[in-house]
């Protein structure tokens, strides 16, 4: 007799890093810095490749150079602004701010609109100098509806949570109640 073990998700608590291959390690840290407000972290001395790490919001990036990459000269042959392409994306406070700034830094920008139920996302995507695609937006409008009954989202708030909740239903509307309670007394008039 075979008893199926029931299969779980892996227990993963968030988005720790992502990390890409970079030409030039020093202008990719540079627009990383000066464009999306990242700040360079320690590294461990122990790699022995060119590479940094940075970090802000929750998530790390972590370039390793590559001098030799194959894909478009970010320079030379600028790659179509696509945004069906693989992307990193950021939510913001203020996409109109964005677009303002990446104008008077001389970026190229693609936008791009999503309505769902009378509620609207904007979004801009653009290349950092390897071409990777970025996309900012107000995604945060947009609510998170889970499509399953089983409330499959799982948030990793320690815990405190775990014990007031029976089910997972209930600790994701704790969650959501939480986070909605912190964003209304935040909010300013």
């Given at each position: 007799m075979v008893i199926e073990e029931v299969q779980e998700a892996l227990p993963l608590l968030s988005l720790n890093h992502v990390s890409l291959l970079v030409r030039s390690v020093w202008t990719s840290v540079q627009f990383y810095e000066d464009?999306?407000?990242?700040g360079l972290?320690?590294?461990?001395?122990?790699f022995n490749f060119h590479g940094a790490w940075l970090f802000n919001y929750g998530i790390g990036i972590h370039l390793l150079e590559n001098e030799s990459?194959?894909?478009?000269?970010?320079i030379n042959e600028?790659?179509?602004?696509?945004?069906?392409?693989?992307?990193?994306?950021?939510?913001?406070?203020?996409?109109?701010?964005?677009?303002r700034r990446l104008e008077a830094m001389g970026?190229?920008?693609?936008t791009a609109v999503v309505e769902e139920g009378?509620?609207?996302?904007?979004?801009?995507?653009?290349?950092?100098?390897?071409?990777?695609?970025?996309?900012?937006?107000?995604?945060?409008?947009l609510p998170v509806l889970p499509i399953s009954s089983s409330c499959p989202l799982k948030p990793s708030y320690g815990n405190y949570y775990k014990k007031m909740a029976e089910s997972k239903c209930e600790l994701m509307e704790i969650v959501m109640m939480k986070s909605l309670?912190?964003?209304?007394?935040?909010?300013?008039?």
């Open positions: 464009v999306l407000g990242f972290i320690k590294r461990p001395s122990s990459i194959d894909e478009y000269d970010a600028p790659r179509p602004i696509n945004p069906k392409d693989n992307h990193i994306s950021f939510q913001c406070t203020d996409v109109g701010l964005v677009k970026m190229r920008y693609t009378g509620i609207q996302v904007d979004q801009v995507f653009f290349h950092d100098p390897d071409g990777y695609m970025i996309e900012i937006c107000n995604c945060e409008n309670s912190r964003d209304m007394m935040n909010f300013s008039f």
